[in-house]
């Protein structure tokens, strides 16, 4: 293979030579230099075209990937930076499809946080307008210090128990506000729980219109089923399945066992109808594992969680792990807020949320594709999109460890890079 000293000396070969007059000759197997502005060599990647593994070589140009291949085939580059990467580990930014930046008033969470543990984008379904549009203004005007922003801006209910929710109670109001939404440059359309379930048609046929799909939770009365055939594109939480599924039983158990029955009849075989018409149609499902666990820290004071918390947790870990099994496409994200009242810090809640799936029994380059390549291609809607590929955005991590271990190594971050620009300081080399 040869060494970046190798290649910048044949690249300045190749320059002069131009200065010569019989320059046919001198330039006989001198391909010109590729410009670059970024190029990192030496590592191995994952999240492209190929597992991974190998040591490669790729390249930065105008924000987006130019070049990834062999370290041993790639060619010469005239680049602005090249690193070392002395076979370390890249791999696409890392997304949270569940975020709250700016549902209060108040001053609202530090995007800082999410780059500092690897987020290159997130997806926020529920703030206020105006203040989101600020925030992404800001961004625009400085794209490589902040995370994407990809928002669903305020959601539709049945109530409102928040200010940046919008009660709909008839198709016209449906339709008024999907359309303001849309104007505002929605990502998704979010319906909460309390949404009346006769209005969910209406709601997708409306987003339909502006090209735009449904997300969020099932509306309580509507069984899980029926929100999937009606045209949902997304669900967040396993506790939505659970919930609606409560909520249209039959049974007299109430609480706690309710909850129970539900949850084991998602384990059972009568789940198989809902399992296939989520592949069917290709709706992403949310897990939010840390929000359980969140919620049982909350309720006891502390990390001693009594065994009955425990099996609860443990139950939505298998949940999840029936449903990626299943073939369901699952996204990663946490409902890290700036709402009080819950503990769900932003950035390393997304870590503790891919160990969760992970220690349900989900490999880890699985659950990697949780954080990235799905989320870009449901999200984003763009095949490149949260992978490490020729023309997709080069937003990526450098990483010390290796994520084929385990995605606890995505914490090992030595590099943040957003448009192919560092993003966050590290121990990147030169």
Known sequence: MRGSSEVRGQATVCRLAGWVALSALALAGCAPAERADLVI?????????????????????????????????????????????AGRFLTPGLWDVHVHLRSSEGAGLATGDFLAHGITSVRDLGGYVDRLTELQQQIEEGAHARPAIYPAYFMLNGESFAGFQQVVTNEDEV?????????AGATQIKVHRALPPELLPAVVN?????????????????????????????????????????SVTESEAQGI???????????????????????????AVAPTLVIYR??????VGGDDLPPHFVRFIEKTQAI???????????????????LEGMEIPAGSSLHEE????????????????MATGNPGRVIDRRPDAGRIVVG????????????AQSVRSLAAIDGVFRGGRQAVPGQVGS
């Open 41 to 85: 060599e030496n590592v191995r990647v994952y999240g492209g075209e190929d597992p991974g593994g190998e040591l490669a070589t790729v390249a930065v140009r105008d924000g987006r990937f130019s070049y990834v291949g062999s370290a041993g085939e790639a060619p010469a580059f005239e680049a602005g930076r090249t690193l070392d990467g």
């Open 175 to 183: 339709d008024t506000e999907v359309d303001r939404l849309a104007a």
């Open 206 to 246: 409306a987003a339909a219109r502006h090209d735009l799909e449904v997300v969020g939770h099932i509306p309580l009365g509507m069984h899980p089923l029926q929100a999937c055939e009606q045209g949902m594109a997304g669900v967040e939480h396993i506790g939505s399945f659970v919930e609606a599924l409560v």
């Open 257 to 283: 066992q309710a909850n129970v029955e539900a949850m084991d009849w998602l384990m059972s075989p009568d789940a198989e109808p809902l399992f296939e018409c989520l592949v069917r149609r290709k709706v």
């Open 294 to 299: 969140a919620i049982a820290r909350r309720r």
């Open 320 to 338: 999840a792990e029936r449903f990626h099994r299943k073939g369901v496409v699952l996204l990663a994200g946490t409902d890290t807020t700036d």
């Open 354 to 369: 891919l160990g969760m799936l992970e220690d349900a029994g989900i490999p880890p380059l699985e659950v990697l594709a």
């Open 392 to 403: 997709a955005p080069a937003d990526f991590l450098l990483l010390s460890e290796d994520p």
